[in-house]
């Protein structure tokens, strides 16, 4: 369904299936010839159609930017123990929360949009809980790629006493760190959902008070062994919570799962029930869902118990949100990489220390950490890790629930072919821009203009300037070159004149590699090649 403005009412189209729901809307009329149906433009009208995961046209969207009155100043109802200043909306957010847990609420839906700060709202809550009194033993699942953020999160903002744990390495040896978590304060595992059905017996004995499951459209399929295994767990845990900006991608039904595990009062624990409620069945065999109903209840249960954060709503955040993804190289990929930087240094110390030897020793640590190397001899190119490429996908399924579209930015020919074969594979429309490509003017008017458009792919090098992406208000730097010129004007691709929103950033840094050095450098605004040729001096003695 996607959604326009059209003067003082909505314009729904391609809403087939939701034509019943729309019928129960006072004030609506429908256009036989047009096929459309339009709604009175109300700020009600308008949540319901976004929460029900229709596409909202930017004309729409703007409505409740402009003029929108400030919010009266808020204050936590009781220390927020975190090491930041936080926003308005996550401090009423921390309120939400815990108001909600003082009602014998068990559990909290956080509906906040990518870049605004659900984990810090998060790690405020679980620390305001733990120095009650009320919790000893906080379980977080999100998707791979994001277990290394609640790592960096929780070491930046966390001010009370904790031990976290990642749970990483094969089932044995997760389980011993589970089963050995010992020491004073808030003790904390992070998980990824794959691991966390697999482990499903061993955190149950671990007997988490509070759990959190971030990005939780992971778990929309009520069927599928991670939700099962979340749904268990949930059963004991004293208080819960889901995080997510998109708790819809597919149809209203994915909300039934996520509600299961957070707090099956809302929407009850037999989805047949639920559905019969909610979906209309026909078609062949009677067994297919031909439309909806009762969309406003639905929408009006599902937020009796969430707080939703929108990013055009959240006025205080900055214009540019920077994040930071660390990735894990997988075993392999690490001892490679660790061989290359041992020659490397061996190699240094034996020579003179130049900024040309230098930048080609980084510049084969870096193709590492990308996921390919390139022999010398031959120049074969052979992949050695797919651990940048997973954590993208992740990016890409945020985006895509999101219905945001989004600009990938990587340094490597052998990592932008790697990204298309994974847009292919996906069935995912891209336009793409490297050192070969001379349809260059074509391959940006089709990802400005053509909705199906969904990602752009560019080399670092060769889009770094004049280029115009607004068309996305979310950039993934894949790997990095040198350059903070290089970086600022890859950024600036997206944040530019005919820009609405927002612009988020993200990282994709391999932990314990040159991204790292990299990454601190571009901070800091330096020249990186230079720095990285005098800590080598400074290293070697030169």
């Avoid at 909505?10 to 047009?34: C, H, P």
């Avoid at 490597?412 to 001379?438: D, S």
Wanted: hydrophobic share 40%.
């Amino acid at each position: 369904m996607r959604a326009d403005r059209y003067g003082d009412e909505i314009k729904l189209s391609e809403s087939l299936l939701y034509r019943e729901s729309i019928k129960e809307v006072a004030g609506r009329r429908y256009d036989a010839e047009e096929k459309v149906w339009y709604i009175p433009l109300t700020e009600q009208n308008a949540a319901l159609v976004k929460m029900l995961g229709a596409e909202i046209a930017g004309d729409l969207r703007d409505v409740f930017k402009a003029d929108k009155p400030r919010e009266v100043e808020v204050k936590p109802v009781q220390r927020m123990p975190i090491r930041a200043a936080p926003y308005r909306h996550q401090i009423a957010a921390f309120n939400f929360a815990l108001a909600s847990f003082d009602s014998d609420r068990r559990g909290v839906a956080i509906l906040a949009d990518m870049g605004t700060g659900k984990t810090v709202i998060t790690i405020a809550v679980a620390g305001a809980l733990h120095e009650g009194g009320r919790i000893n033993k906080l379980l977080v699942v999100c998707p791979k790629s994001i277990v290394g953020v609640w790592e960096a999160e929780l070491k930046k903002f966390a001010d009370f006493e904790y031990g976290a744990v990642a749970l990483s390495g094969d089932s044995g040896k997760k389980a011993d760190a589970l089963r050995h978590m010992t020491g004073g304060g808030l003790q904390v595992v992070i998980v990824n959902y794959e691991s966390a059905w697999r482990l499903e017996a061993e955190i149950g004995k671990w007997k988490p008070d509070f759990i959190v499951c971030d990005e939780s459209s992971k778990i929309k399929n009520p069927q599928a062994k991670q939700a099962r295994a979340l749904h268990n767990l949930g059963k004991s845990a004293k208080y819960k919570a889901i995080l997510t900006g998109t708790p819809i991608t597919n149809s209203p039904l994915d909300f039934f799962s996520q509600y299961k595990f957070v707090d099956d009062s809302v929407f009850g624990t037999s989805f047949y029930s639920f559905r019969a409620r909610y979906a209309i069945i026909g078609g062949y065999g009677n067994h297919q869902i031909v439309g909806y109903k009762n969309m406003a209840e639905l929408v009006t249960k599902a937020h009796s118990i969430a707080f939703r954060i929108r990013i055009e709503d959240a006025v205080e955040l900055p214009d540019k949100i920077d994040e930071v993804r660390a990735v894990e190289l997988e075993r392999n990929a690490k001892a490679i990489y660790r061989n290359i930087d041992e020659d490397s240094y061996a190699e240094l110390m034996q020579g003179q220390v130049t900024t040309r030897n230098v930048l080609t020793r980084l510049l084969r640590l870096s193709q590492c950490t990308g996921g390919f190397i390139r022999d010398d001899a031959d120049g074969i190119v052979q992949e050695v890790s797919r651990a940048k490429l997973d954590a993208l996908e992740d990016v890409l399924d945020e985006c895509g629930d999101a219905g945001k579209k989004v600009v990938v930015f990587a340094r490597f020919v052998p990592e932008i072919n790697a990204i298309e074969r994974l847009l292919k594979k996906r069935k995912t429309e891209y336009a793409v821009i490297h050192g070969g490509i001379t349809d260059r003017a074509e391959q940006v008017e089709r990802f400005q203009t053509d909705p199906e458009c969904k990602v752009f792919v560019g080399q670092l090098q060769t889009t770094g300037m004049g280029l115009t992406l607004t068309a996305a208000n979310v950039a993934v730097f894949y790997s990095l070159d040198f350059s903070y010129a290089n970086y600022e004007q890859s950024r600036a691709r997206i944040h530019r004149i005919g820009q609405t929103q927002k612009c988020l950033y993200i990282h994709l840094v391999a932990k314990g590699t040159v991204d790292e050095k990299v990454m601190e450098a571009l901070r800091h605004k330096g020249d990186v090649a230079r720095l990285m040729v005098d800590d080598y001096k400074k290293l070697t003695g030169g």
